[in-house]
């Protein structure tokens, strides 16, 4: 079977014998490859659509300072529209253009294309800036990042005055994070045009006390306007969108002026299947190989919805190709999805080598967000991960729902930006009928408690009276008003709490988190809790294939704590660590860090190969350690570990997560109980089978069943002694 090297490794895939490794070379070799590779990205781009209405829109922008730019996906508006105004001037006096994306890896891929296109060092001219991972520097004139992170720019820059230039872009997917970040660049806006005139005035009085001729006056005002407006420059915004739906967003903005770039868009099938699939994974499966085997070239999509699923079927793709003749295994895999570290997200950009099939393992980023080249055929199985938040309940969750229409045809139109395409939906054409329009906007099915706290440290204080573009229900306002209430980051009269609402404030994490971090400090155990809360943020650490079960459960039972999910997660990451500082001694000789840097990895992954650990996402929590780690010591925490009294830790966590605990039934299911929800332990989790009286948790998912994941046995006591302010008020 071929497998993909990066940067010389092997793959990741368990149980096969080492095979003839293919090379994908990310960097043109010679002079000859460079030119060459600068001509067709030349010639790609003056192909876009947008090419054609540069000198247009680039007008459009001189003319108006809040833009709406809708544009068929793959049009070029992403990677091109910062060119152009950066181009026409657009970044006086080091001032920034800014261009944010719902997803990280939108961000980065997106930034790395157009360093690339401008033949510039990545984090010079054009950088990225996402949670956990800043590649800008002081020359940065195009920066990309996500939503949530311009959201906490503002924290600390409230005028956002290093922008001149600020593009919302792929505003349709409408995420919590775009909603709120309109509402405050419409402020952001008013209050740079106020500024503007404040100075003006300030400095006209200023210009007549001290000019007596008219002419001199005259003069001396225009230049001081001149001067005011080079230091408070209007904020020119513009909104992206890939749907049609412009008005929405141009009401908003009191009428603003829309404009639409055409896009090219080539006749795609569509299919049906029959009758409705049991399993769409295993029909996914069958799909990508009757297209390999009975149709012509040209690259697959395939639509599924999150990490493990995606990596499920990169090993289910691998293990059917083992099964045939080798002129038929020309097939590769390349998964992308938000948490994929940057070094892998630009493989789906690369066209697989000669005579082969790339089949793209994809989240609905690949719907709009990001546009892979080469595509012909898309496999879409009508679902998405979707967070549900029940504000009654005071239930997150996060489940698997169908796709909206809007979505379903952003899908199948993946396979027709090049020429004819086919798209296979894994459902009854009946039930397409039956899909929602659109998808409902986030903010109206998420917990606010994140949001809410940074518009508090915004100072804005009157949440519900905040200029939605379309309002949240007033009920979830209060319970996440209430669930800040409850962690102590608000006070009675709903202002921010100082020191602890202003510290989970500043700490970019869920606030029961950033609330664990801060009582860590108090527990003497904020070491564990730093490793807790980074491993907690990435998506699955224990991996477990389908026919390796039982050796990958019997490897999970070594770092098994029969305290819980928690202490184990942090067994991993410390077994890691040991092994690591094993070899730097080992390695104490070896003086190029390149060198040292290449060889831990190598042994960090066979590792976790051995362990049944997922590589990416270990190293994923690592970096995040490493950057809250940098927070909480900035903000003056005393970080000391609990050593092996992890009653401390456990303590620690029941004061902070006491939102989320159950307690056993009779018949031996939980009752959450703030919820009231009768919940099991995931299956995944070490305390399965356990019958503890009282656990807390991390997240409660609905699935087949309500499953409470990340669990750790705690004394139900506890409660009422570390969270008397809600149990003693539950009775
Ligand atoms: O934003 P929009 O959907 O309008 O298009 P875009 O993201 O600017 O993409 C324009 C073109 O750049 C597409 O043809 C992509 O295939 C190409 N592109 C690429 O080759 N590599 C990337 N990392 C991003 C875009
Ligand atoms: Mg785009």
């Not at 070594?558 to 070899?583: M, W």
């Not at 080992?586 to 990895?601: A, P, Q, V, W």
Request: aromatic letters at 6%; hydrophobic letters at 35%.
């Amino acid at each position: 079977m071929p497998s993909i090297a990066q940067n010389g490794s092997r793959n990741t895939t368990q149980s096969r014998k080492q095979k003839p490794v293919l090379k994908f070379s990310n960097q043109p070799r010679s002079a000859a490859d460079v030119i060459a590779r600068r001509e067709i990205i030349k010639r790609q781009r003056e192909s876009l659509p947008i090419a054609s209405v540069k000198e247009r829109l680039v007008q459009e922008v001189k003319n108006h300072d809040i833009l709406i730019i809708v544009g068929e996906t793959g049009s070029g508006k992403t990677t091109q529209l910062p060119q152009f105004l950066f181009n026409a001037g657009f970044c006086p006096d080091g001032k920034v253009i800014g261009i944010t994306q719902p997803r990280r890896v939108a961000a980065v891929t997106v930034a790395k294309r157009v360093a690339e296109e401008c033949g510039v060092e990545l984090g010079q001219k054009v950088g990225y800036s996402i949670r956990f991972d800043d590649n800008t520097s002081s020359s940065t004139r195009i920066k990309y990042m996500t939503d949530g992170l311009l959201l906490r720019e503002a924290l600390l820059d409230p005028y956002l005055s290093r922008y001149s230039v600020i593009i919302v872009d792929e505003a349709h997917e409408r995420t919590v994070h775009t909603d709120v970040l309109l509402g405050l660049l419409k402020n952001v806006q008013r209050a740079r045009v106020k500024s503007v005139n404040d100075h003006v005035i300030v400095n006209n009085k200023k210009a007549s006390n001290s000019i007596t001729n008219e002419n001199g006056k005259g003069a001396e005002c225009t230049t001081l306007l001149k001067q005011c407006q080079r230091k408070f420059p209007p904020l020119k915004l513009i909104i992206m969108s890939a749907s049609l739906d412009a008005r929405l967003f141009s009401e908003y903005f009191g009428g603003a002026r829309a404009v639409h770039v055409e896009g090219r868009q080539h006749h795609v099938d569509v299919f049906y299947t029959l009758h409705a699939e049991t399993d769409y994974v295993d029909a996914a499966l069958i799909t990508i190989f009757q297209i390999h085997l009975e149709e012509g070239p040209g690259d697959i999509l395939v639509f599924l919805t999150g990490q493990e699923e995606i990596e499920g079927v990169e090993r289910l793709v691998q293990e059917q190709l083992q099964k045939l003749p080798e002129e038929r295994k020309k097939l590769l895999t390349v998964p992308i999805f938000s948490s994929l570290p940057s070094e892998k997200q630009m493989r789906v950009f690369m066209p697989a080598p000669a005579g082969y099939r790339k089949v793209i393992l994809a989240t609905n980023i690949a719907e709009t967000s990001v546009t892979i080249p080469g595509i012909k055929f898309v496999i879409d199985p009508g679902f998405v991960k979707a967070r549900s938040y029940d504000p009654v309940k005071g239930m997150e969750s996060l489940i698997i729902i169908p796709t909206s229409k809007a979505q379903a045809l952003q899908r199948s139109g993946r396979a027709g930006r090049e020429g004819p395409g086919k798209c296979f939906r894994l459902y009854p054409e009946s039930e397409f009928e039956k899909l929602e329009d659109s998808t409902k906007p986030e903010i109206k099915r998420c917990n606010l408690s994140n949001v809410i706290l940074q518009l508090k440290a915004l100072g804005i204080d009157d949440i519900i009276g905040f200029d939605f573009l379309e309002k949240p229900s007033r009920a979830a306002i209060q319970k996440s008003l209430e669930q800040l209430f409850l962690l102590g980051a608000l006070t009675d009269d709903c202002k921010l709490s100082d020191p602890v609402g202003h510290q989970m404030a500043r700490l970019p994490l869920d606030p029961i988190y950033s609330k664990a971090l801060i009582l860590a400090s108090q527990f003497n155990c904020l070491e564990e809790m730093l490793i807790a809360v980074s491993m907690l943020s990435v998506e699955s650490i224990f991996y477990n294939p389908r026919e390796k079960s039982a050796e990958a459960k019997t490897a999970k039972k070594c770092f098994a704590s029969p305290d819980g999910d928690h202490l184990t997660l942090i067994n991993v990451y410390r077994a890691a660590d040991e092994l690591l500082q094993k070899r730097r001694m080992e390695l104490s000789t070896e003086k190029n860090e390149k060198n040292i840097k290449g060889k831990n990895e190598k042994i960090v992954r066979k590792w976790c190969k051995e362990n049944f650990i997922n590589s990416r996402s270990l190293k994923h929590a690592c970096d995040i350690h490493s950057q809250i780690r940098g927070h909480v010591e900035q903000m003056g925490l005393p970080i000391s570990s609990c050593g092996d009294d992890t009653l401390q830790f456990r303590r620690c966590l029941a004061a902070s997560f006491f939102l989320n605990a159950a307690l056993k039934q009779p018949e031996g299911t939980y009752r959450a109980l703030a919820s009231g929800q009768v919940v099991q332990i995931h299956p995944t989790s070490v305390l399965h089978q356990s019958k503890l009286e009282c656990v807390i948790f991390d997240e409660l998912v609905q699935t087949s069943q309500k499953y409470i994941r990340n669990t750790t046995r705690i004394d139900y006591l506890w409660l009422t002694e570390l969270a008397p302010h809600y149990y003693a008020m539950q009775g």
